[in-house]
């Protein structure tokens, strides 16, 4: 089994992919197959969070690619910048983890909270995504694409 117990600072090209769900890249001890087939076994820093592009690690030395694999989850879209924010609102009083994008709310599918959110007017769309929800206001940084400040550029900003 391939041990992986490091997370590269930066994005080198990788020669073997790890695909898991949120579930699975939230933990820092973790038995996994990687896309080639081979079992890989994760002692992570305590914490970690893995995300989408993410670069580990082997004690042979090789880098292995995190993908976010697709998932159920709930998306909700939206114009209306002031709806989004009440959704989010609500659904963080819940403590449910939310990905935010510019336009748009995800988290991971739950009929009760589709029904909450349909509730406040909007449309909720049961898809099959990957899924990046934001790290937290105390937990660091959020997932770090390129859309993470889209959300402050304009959206019912006058």
């Known amino acids: 089994m391939l041990n992986v117990s490091r997370k590269l600072p930066d994005r080198p090209?990788?020669?073997?992919?790890?695909?898991?769900?949120?579930?699975?890249?939230?933990?820092s001890r973790l038995r996994a197959t990687l896309s080639s087939g081979e079992e890989a076994g994760l002692f992570l820093e305590r914490g970690s969070v893995l995300r989408g592009g993410d670069r580990l690690l082997s004690d042979d030395g090789r880098v292995i690619e995190v993908v976010a694999a697709e998932e159920a989850v709930s998306t909700v879209r939206s114009s209306d910048?002031?709806?989004?924010?009440?959704?989010?609102?609500h659904?963080?009083?819940?403590?449910?983890?939310?990905?935010?994008?510019?336009?748009w709310l995800r988290y991971q599918q739950d009929h009760v909270?589709?029904?909450?959110?349909?509730g406040l007017g909007l449309a909720v769309e049961a898809e099959r995504a990957p899924f990046?929800?934001?790290?937290?206001?105390?937990?660091?940084?959020?997932?770090?694409?390129?859309?993470?400040?889209?959300?402050?550029?304009g959206v019912g900003m006058k």
């Open 113 to 118: 909270l589709d029904e909450m959110v349909r």
């Open 13 to 27: 090209p990788a020669t073997l992919q790890l695909i898991l769900p949120f579930q699975e890249r939230s933990k």
């Open 132 to 153: 990046e929800p934001e790290g937290g206001a105390y937990g660091g940084h959020s997932h770090g694409h390129a859309d993470d400040h889209s959300i402050i550029r």
């Open 81 to 89: 910048a002031l709806q989004l924010a009440r959704a989010a609102y």
């Open 91 to 103: 659904l963080g009083n819940r403590h449910v983890a939310l990905q935010i994008g510019f336009g």
